[in-house]
Structure formats: structure tokens, C-alpha cells
């Protein structure tokens, strides 16, 4: 199987994820980027369909996902060094 010009053996399972982001940690940021891509896909936003509340909310929950996932893919890493042996002292 061929996937965007790389060649994989079928069956084989990337462990890297990758995500977009909004383009700083703000809410106004986040708003724009989920905006920005519901746009794109042709489902268009409504400013008067979710609250302030509800799109804080929606924001905190998205960077706590996201600070959980960079921190346990980060846990897998081997420690930077020629050999890791950094990592078993």
C-alpha cells in the first residue's frame, strides 16, 4: 500500500499522530481554528450557537487532550544522546 508517496507494509500501524492546532494557546485563537475548519468543510459556524461558556469549556478540554498526548508520547521517547544511556542512571 502506498500512503502520500511513502510505501508501507500492509497491515503496518504508524504509533505517530499527528494533529493541527490553533495557532497560539488563546481562546480567541481557538475559536478562529475551529471556525476556520468547519468553513472548510462546508458546515459553516453560527457565533450565536455556542456560548462563551461552552466554547471555554470546549477549549480547556482540548488543551488538557493535548498536553496529555504530548506528554505520554513524549514518556515513550528515548532520552537525546548517543546511546540513552542517560536514561539508565
Known amino acids: 500500500m502506498v500512503e502520500q508517496g511513502l510505501k508501507r507494509e500492509e497491515g503496518a500501524v504508524s504509533r505517530h499522530v499527528g494533529f493541527a492546532r490553533p495557532r497560539d494557546r488563546s481562546l480567541q485563537a481557538f475559536k478562529d481554528w475551529v471556525k476556520g475548519m468547519a468553513k472548510h468543510l462546508g458546515v459553516g459556524?453560527?457565533?450565536?450557537?455556542?456560548?462563551?461558556?461552552?466554547?471555554?469549556?470546549?477549549?480547556?478540554?482540548?488543551?488538557?487532550?493535548?498536553?496529555?498526548?504530548?506528554?505520554?508520547?513524549?514518556?515513550?521517547?528515548?532520552?537525546?544522546?548517543?546511546?540513552?544511556?542517560?536514561a539508565l542512571e
Open 45 to 86: 459556524s453560527d457565533d450565536r450557537s455556542m456560548s462563551d461558556e461552552k466554547w471555554a469549556e470546549m477549549h480547556a478540554r482540548f488543551w488538557s487532550k493535548a498536553d496529555a498526548a504530548a506528554e505520554e508520547e513524549g514518556s515513550r521517547e528515548m532520552p537525546k544522546g548517543e546511546s540513552g544511556e542517560e
